[in-house]
């Protein structure tokens, strides 16, 4: 990198445009003390990184007011409600790794508007014009500023490359072993060290994280796997029970078929037994019908035999009974009526009452008309001989008494005797006819149980009733053993279906479980692991090794730096010994004494000089890029022999440098005269109202004066 | 002659007829025992004691021949085994027959009313005839069931 110009316009004290030309090797720009050294200084950075140094306050300032970037002389020219500008750009040449030349314009520009005696920002912006391939291009603003920090000057690197000598020892402490590493870390190529490191930590971390994961899922997995196989295993044996279930429910359902087939051919070969029994059996409730019948017949008999029958044959003594009962009455009668004094031929009393419903006398045969007293008289007739109080002897009384009480039966009794022999012969036809039924229920009875014989040895039974019997449980039995049939039926379909159904699931988790075991990747991460370690460790060995390196070419380069520095000069010749492990420096005298208690502070700025020199060179020397050195007043702790001496070794080191000091005014035309020095540039303060004049900065202004 | 009037048959029907202890074994052998209602089935001619006794007063009348009842040695005679009350109620006709043919065979005739004693002798003596009778056809083995009887009976 080779800053090619600057300039800069109403930018803080320099008033109106001023442009300064750099050319390569050194560029001394000598100022006395506020003279505009910082601000120049400034330029660079405001420019760069958009930040000033504030040398009262000792710090940056980043971002900076529109009024603190702004000239007041300018500021103070323009009226209010004036805009006014102040700009830096800067010309940057940079070359390739491919050794390609490339040009960066670099402009900043911060616009103001005059408000009474404040201003306003109105705009800031950043361009950085550039050539490519495809032409010129530029970037404004966020890109602009991106492409300086990724490309043109990141800004990590300016604080050690471009610094305030006030900051000197605060870039290296000689003290603190940590503030070496970090800048020789930061500017040399040992942070691509520690890049590849990180990127490999981080390689390695996002290895175990991705390796725990794989383990967490190989975990899972597994589980999975386990799970699986502990289904498979449980329906496995589920499927070879259903089997088992199976076969034994096919061969229980060839059992029953044989049984069925058997008690089958059984029923059907003794279809006539049932009916055979069925009809001995109703011969059998016919002979008892028969028998109970010729029981009751006998029965009727006995009763009639001892109740009437035995009357037959007593006819005529019946009738001659009757006929002396009926002598006796007409005797009685008459004596009664003489006794009564009635005629003889005086009627009885059914005759008398015959009379009284004809209403007419049959004896002289005159009307008796109701009521009448022919009428009266023979009602009062009827019963006067039998109902009549006048009693013959008693023996008669008592005779006709009994004669009158059966004397009426003797009409039925010779109708019942009369009946007898009608009965005798129907009760001889029933019987006949009970015997003759018998007889024929007997003979089909005996033919029947010769068919049961028959049938029986047919069978080969002893009992065709025991048979039968058997019958209805082997009929019974058919019925249960149809019914086992269609369970075993039922349940053969119902495991065919379970089995199916098991042998699917079966073929899922094998599925499944091939699945998984398919899918477990080849370790490469373990593999990777590997590399990333061994290439962790290398890179680290590396490093330890190239860092000692670096560290011995930093000690070796700033030893000799010290040296050329301190030739003419008579103070203590001072080397510096760093220790690659620890980073701590010692100060020695050339015979390796430690002189850490005999230095001062100018030595020890000029050893950081010298140090960040020759890290820088390093860096320089490694990526092959090269970087402008601009320092503000980095000697002023120096002997002014030491600090032209060492001003005089940036020619070595750097390819540009850009010093900016006020030691070296005295040197002036050494300077001129020497090959180390390319230019020197003079800043002056121009006072615009006369040299007595205080009314401040405004009245000032700096100007800038070539002298080589 | 009777000095006052008799209810004939309230005093004929409380009387039992004399039957010999002989003839009440032909009894026992020809009925069921004495009060007990038959039933179908019986081996035995007649249902009831009184049965035997009016046929053989039946056959007594039909022979017209009567023996009175009279203790023999050896032989007592029996007046409480059944009343003709009994006769009356499971056999009326069977008596009014037996006392209306008694009417008209014996001598005595309607006199026969005149006194139930009287009545009872002729009754009880005409069954002792007949029961002669009984007990020879039983020892012939004429009279061995009921169809003996009714061949009897029809032969009438």
């Known amino acids: 990198m080779i800053i090619k110009s600057i300039e800069l316009k109403n930018f803080r004290p320099f008033y109106d445009s001023h442009r300064i030309e750099f050319s390569k090797g050194v560029n001394l720009i000598n100022a006395q003390q506020g003279g505009g050294k910082t601000s120049l ?79 306003v920002k109105v705009s800031e912006n950043l361009v950085v014009f550039f050539e490519d391939d495809q032409g010129s291009t530029s970037r404004t603003d966020d890109l602009a500023q991106s492409l300086i920090d990724q490309y043109i000057f990141p800004p990590a690197l300016s604080d050690y490359i471009w610094f305030q000598g006030e900051f000197l020892n605060k870039l290296i402490n000689l003290d603190n072993s940590d503030s070496f590493r970090k800048v020789v870390n930061t500017i040399s190529y040992m942070e691509y060290y520690d890049k590849l490191t990180a990127l490999l930590t981080g390689a390695y971390h996002k290895n175990q994280r991705e390796k725990t994961k794989k383990a967490k899922l190989d975990s899972q997995r597994k589980n999975e796997a386990l799970n699986l196989q502990n289904n498979i295993e449980t329906a496995n044996k589920r499927l070879d029970q259903f089997q088992r279930d199976l076969e034994n429910e096919k061969y229980d359902l060839e059992v029953n078929k044989l049984e069925e087939e058997k008690l089958k051919k059984i029923i059907v070969s003794s279809t006539g037994s049932r009916d055979l029994i069925q009809a001995i059996e109703e011969q059998n409730r016919k002979h008892s019908e028969q028998i109970k019948k010729r029981e009751n017949l006998d029965y009727k008999i006995r009763q009639s035999l001892g109740k009437k029958w035995m009357m037959k044959g007593l006819e005529n003594q019946i009738h001659e009974g009757n006929k002396r009962m009926h002598e006796f009455k007409l005797e009685y009668s008459k004596a009664k009526k003489k006794e009564y004094e009635l005629p003889i031929d005086t009627p009885d009393d059914n005759t008398l009452r015959d009379m009284l419903k004809a209403e007419r006398c049959l004896v002289c045969g005159s009307d008796a008309p109701k009521d009448s007293e022919v009428y009266n008289t023979i009602r009062e007739k009827i019963g006067r001989v039998i109902n009549s109080q006048v009693k013959l002897d008693p023996e008669k009384e008592t005779i006709i008494e009994a004669i009158h009480n059966l004397s009426r039966f003797h009409d039925s009794l010779i109708m019942a005797i009369n009946e007898v022999d009608e009965e005798i012969d129907a009760c001889n036809r029933e019987e006949q006819e009970i015997f003759e039924t018998t007889h024929l229920i007997s003979a089909e ?72 075991l398919n899918e477990g990747e080849e370790i490469i991460e373990v593999k990777i692991e590997g590399v990333l370690e061994l290439l962790k460790e290398t890179v680290e060995k590396t490093k330890e090794i190239e860092y000692s390196k670096l560290v011995a070419h930093i000690e070796s380069i700033t030893n000799k730096l010290l040296q050329k520095a301190l030739e003419r000069n008579d103070s203590v010749k ?21 002189l850490d208690l005999e230095l001062n502070t100018g030595h020890d700025a000029l050893i950081n000089l010298c140090l960040i020199m020759a890290i820088i060179s390093k860096s320089n020397s490694y990526s092959n890029q090269t970087f402008t050195f601009l320092s503000d007043a980095p000697t002023s702790s120096l002997d002014p022999n030491v600090s032209l001496d060492w001003t005089y070794l940036n020619h070595e080191v750097f390819e540009q440098s850009i010093i900016l000091n006020k030691d070296l005014l005295n040197f002036e035309e050494e300077l001129k005269n ?9 800043l002056e303060t121009i006072t615009t109202k006369g040299e007595d004049f205080t009314g401040g900065i405004a009245n000032q202004y700096t100007s800038i004066k070539k002298i080589k | 002659m009777m000095d006052e009037q008799v209810n004939f048959f309230k005093d004929f029907m409380q009387m039992s007829p004399s039957i010999l202890e002989s003839n009440l074994l032909i009894i026992e052998k020809l009925a069921n025992k004495q009060g007990v209602d038959s039933k179908p089935g019986d081996r035995k001619i007649f249902h009831q004691y009184w049965q035997p006794f009016a046929y053989a007063c039946i056959l007594g009348i039909l022979e017209r021949k009567k023996r009175p009842v009279e203790p023999q040695s050896g032989d007592k005679i029996n007046s409480d085994k059944f009343k003709y009350i009994t006769m009356e109620r499971n056999g009326q006709d069977i008596l009014n027959a037996i006392l209306i043919a008694i009417v008209g065979t014996s001598e005595e005739g309607h006199l026969s009313f005149s006194n139930p004693l009287k009545m009872n002798k002729e009754v009880s003596a005409y069954a002792n005839y007949g029961f002669e009778i009984l007990d020879e ?4 083995g004429d009279l061995s069931n009921v169809q003996d009887m009714i061949d009897q009976i029809l032969s009438r």
């Open chain 2, 137 to 140: 056809q039983i020892k012939s």
């Open chain 1, 674 to 682: 020497s090959k180390e020095i390319s230019s020197i540039l003079k």
């Open chain 1, 41 to 119: 200084f400034s330029a660079f950075y405001w420019c760069l990184f958009n930040k000033i140094y504030n040398s009262t306050d000792k710090e940056w300032v980043f971002k900076p007011h529109f009024s603190i970037i702004i000239n007041r002389q300018a500021f103070e020219n323009i009226e209010i409600g004036s805009e006014i500008e102040s700009s830096v750009t800067l010309i940057i040449e940079k070359k390739t790794p491919e050794g390609i030349h490339e040009t960066y314009t670099i402009v900043r520009k911060s616009k103001g508007k005059k408000e009474g005696e404040t201003s």
């Open chain 1, 574 to 594: 001072v080397r510096i010994k760093i220790n690659p492990k620890t980073n701590e420096i010692s100060r020695l005298d050339y015979q390796g004494n430690n």
């Open chain 1, 445 to 516: 009875r005996d033919r029947k149980k010769e068919e049961k014989k028959r049938m029986e040895k047919e069978l080969g039974v002893h009992n065709l009733e025991d048979f039968q019997s058997d019958m209805d449980k082997n009929t019974s039995q058919l019925l249960s053993v149809g019914m086992k049939i269609s369970k075993a039926n039922a349940a053969i379909s119902s495991l065919k279906e379970e089995i199916r159904t098991k042998q699917n699931e079966i073929n899922n988790f094998n599925s499944k479980l091939n699945n998984i």
